[in-house]
């Protein structure tokens, strides 16, 4: 992980968007992508980021999250990306595990595509 994205995580921790233990679990996801090989710099996963921190936060603040009438294009374009949609799945079981915030279908999908994309990005450089 670079700077640029510790500071984004920093900003995020330090303005009170996000409870320090969310900021702890996606950084700790952050490193164990890029420990899997990925190129996690702010340009390749700053998105991901603020979506998983933002959507953790939500869930842990008893917010709904709403199912996006895109789930199905979603769910389509992912059917070419099986790994992305496992390792989204893993990340939510366990923030599901550490934090007690249990992502919905959308969100997963959500952070399957970011990850996809991650992947793709990774694997052109």
Known sequence: MDDQLA????LFRE???VRPEVADFVTAE??????GGRR???ETAGMLT?????????LLAGEPIEQFLTDEQVRAELAAHPEAVTRAREIAGRAGTALGAHL??????????HLAVLAQQ????
């Open 122 to 125: 990774t694997s052109t450089r």
């Open 30 to 35: 952050l490193i164990a992508l890029t420990d």
């Open 7 to 10: 500071l984004r995580i920093q």
């Open 50 to 58: 603020s979506h998983l921190m933002m959507a953790l936060t939500r």
């Open 104 to 113: 919905p279908d959308s969100e997963i999908n959500f952070l399957a595509m």
């Open 40 to 42: 996690v710099t702010e």
């Open 15 to 17: 303005s009170g968007q």
